[in-house]
């Protein structure tokens, strides 16, 4: 009797419709196998898209194995804008570029930032100091690779 309601449950988890044909007992039992496969198949799917939405899987320009720090440098005439993404963990990332920067006669006019779940997004704005000689930016490039590619 006790096997009896525990089939009976099985199959109303299955086939919630009250109007569901009667099953035989291994009919339940292999609708219940099927049902826990496709279950595990879709939690397998859903973790890849997690990852990769996570960003875990990105093999991106700027990166390092599973270093994620990842930058642009655009040129803008006389300044330039530096596009930083890192982990936020990465607590001193931050103060090197802007070491960086200044070292390279581009003081930063302006930072903002946002927190995107465990990634941190800079933009920082950076004036040359003389108009007439501008600010290398392909140099600013290899020292930011040079700092991300780490020891």
Not at 31 to 45: G, I, S, Y
Not at 70 to 80: G, W
Not at 111 to 135: E, L, P
Request: charged share 25%; hydrophobic share 40%.
């Amino acid at each position: 009797m006790f096997a009896k309601d525990l089939l009976s449950k099985l199959a109303s988890l299955i086939n919630p419709t009250p109007r569901a044909p009667k099953w035989k007992s291994l009919d339940v039992l292999d609708q219940a196998t099927a049902h826990v496969k496709q279950l595990e198949q879709r939690v397998e799917m859903l973790k890849k898209r997690k990852q990769q939405l996570e960003g875990s899987t990105d093999e991106t320009a700027g990166m390092r194995g599973s270093m994620s720090t990842v930058f642009t440098v655009t040129e803008l005439d006389s300044a330039i804008e530096v596009c930083l993404i890192s982990r936020s963990n990465d607590k001193f990332i931050l103060t090197r570029v802007l070491d960086v920067l200044e070292e390279e006669a581009a003081p930063v006019v302006a930072v903002s930032y946002s927190r995107v779940g465990d990634k941190i997004h800079y933009i920082i704005n950076s004036q040359a100091v003389c108009s007439r000689i501008g600010i290398d930016s392909s140099r600013v490039h290899e020292r930011l690779k040079r700092l991300t590619a780490g020891p």
